[in-house]
């Protein structure tokens, strides 16, 4: 089995409508192991910093403001073929155009509050796991 790890975000609209929990027990029911794991507030130039690459699309402030506004939780999940897996059990980045059964479909609200991140290549997987969490938090 060739295991593989993703980043994940539970996003602050899904902190607070206190769907954490039954997302995580989705992920780890679809085979998902939560590696590492931490809760923090981002700072407006953390949040900048991690979607830089959306910096000239129209919704980048939103987005920044979004992601700023309350708690977020982030996890590194490993499973085979962890990125294009997660994607797929994370669905559409609009949840109402999302497959039913998918984590947007059934914990997003629209195309910006769509409840979590996963990263969409196993290159951007590596920036992102090391832009959270350090080498010691991931022995384990
Ligand atoms: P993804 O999260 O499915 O990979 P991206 O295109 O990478 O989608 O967009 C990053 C995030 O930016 C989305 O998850 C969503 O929160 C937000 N976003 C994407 N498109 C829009 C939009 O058209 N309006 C508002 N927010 C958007
Ligand atoms: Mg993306």
Redesign the pocket.
């Known amino acids: 089995m060739d295991l593989k790890k993703t980043l994940s975000i539970i ?1 602050p609209d899904a902190i607070a409508s206190k769907c954490q929990g039954k997302i995580l027990d989705y992920l780890e029911n679809k085979g998902f192991k939560v590696i590492a794991q931490k809760k923090l507030k981002l700072t407006r130039k953390q949040a900048e910093a991690f ?1 830089e690459i ?1 910096k000239d699309r129209p ?1 980048f402030s ?2 920044v403001d ?1 992601m700023i506004s309350d708690n977020i939780s982030v996890q590194v999940l490993e499973a085979e073929n962890a990125v294009s897996y997660y994607r797929e059990v994370m669905g559409n ?1 609009d949840p109402e155009k999302a497959e039913e059964n998918t984590i947007r479909k059934l914990y997003g609200s629209n ?2 509050c ?1 409840a979590v ?2 990263s ?1 290549s196993e290159e951007n997987a590596e920036k992102e796991i090391s832009f959270f969490f350090n080498k010691i938090e991931l022995i384990n």
């Open positions: 996003k979607y959306h919704f939103e987005l979004f980045t195309i910006q769509n991140h996963g969409d």
